[in-house]
T-cell receptor
Framework: GAVVSQHPSWVICKSGTSVKIECRSL??????MFWYRQFPKQSLMLMAT?????????EQGVEKDKFLINHASLTLSTLTVTSAHPEDSSFYIC?????????????FGPGTRLLVL | GQQLNQSPQSMFIQEGEDVSMNCTSS?????WLWYKQDPGEGPVLLIA?????ELTSNGRLTAQFGITRKDSFLNISASIPSDVGIYFC?????????????FGTGTLLAVQP
């Protein structure tokens, strides 16, 4: 159990276009989902926290108008990179939190590689 | 954003050797987690630690939650080629609306057959 999927697995787009990335928890309901960005040879950096039915909470330095997050249900969150530019090229990873008793565990998706030309 | 200090940054070892890596923080965490990331994939949870002093094993992997709650280590015994990857520690604090993870800087492990 605890499978998280992301779609697409990779995307190449032209500068100025918008790209939507989906994150789904396949076999559990996730009260909270997180979006991370990882540049080459670097660690994961949290971008935002997404709760179903409420506005996302963004980390300092992350533009909420550029990275739109929608958490439509307990199994789906989407990240839209609006007007993407080459510096937005990165590996975007989501995670979904599963509650087991009193313990919460984050399970990660396989990531989406974005290349903006 | 905040990151945890993880060392070593990279390790190149022979198959069969034991490996040790650690993670330190200037602040206290309630949970320590260890993840492995293969190239082009998301992190996979290896071990979760929930109490200070806790020592937990998962096959050839052993991890401990430091008594001060500011550090953790991961040991891999008798390494094999499929252990290759990047290992990340992550700390989690409880409180507030969400329980965010703070990741370490990562340890790249290379195992030569």
């Amino acid at each position: 159990g605890a499978v998280v999927s992301q779609h697409p697995s990779w995307v190449i787009c032209k500068s100025g276009t918008s790209v939507k990335i989906e994150c789904r928890s396949l076999d559990f309901q996730a009260t909270t989902m997180f979006w991370y960005r990882q540049f080459p040879k670097q660690s994961l950096m949290l971008m935002a926290t997404s709760n179903e039915g409420s506005k996302a909470t963004y980390e300092q330095g992350v533009e909420k108008d550029k990275f739109l997050i929608n958490h439509a249900s307990l199994t789906l969150s989407t990240l839209t990179v609006t007007s993407a530019h080459p510096e937005d090229s990165s590996f975007y990873i989501c995670s979904a939190t599963r509650l087991a008793g009193v313990q919460e565990t984050q399970y990660f998706g396989p990531g989406t590689r974005l290349l903006v030309l | 954003g905040q990151q945890l200090n993880q060392s070593p940054q990279s390790m190149f070892i022979q198959e069969g050797e034991d490996v040790s890596m650690n993670c330190t923080s200037s602040s206290i965490f309630n949970t320590w987690l260890w993840y492995k990331q293969d190239p082009g994939e998301g992190p996979v949870l290896l071990i979760a630690l929930y109490k200070a002093g806790e020592l937990t094993s998962n096959g050839r992997l052993t991890a401990q939650f430091g008594i001060t709650r500011k550090d953790s280590f991961l040991n891999i015994s008798a390494s094999i080629p499929s252990d290759v990857g990047i290992y990340f520690c992550a700390g989690q604090k409880y409180g507030g609306a969400t329980n965010k993870l703070i990741f370490g800087t990562g340890t790249l492990l290379a195992v030569q057959p």
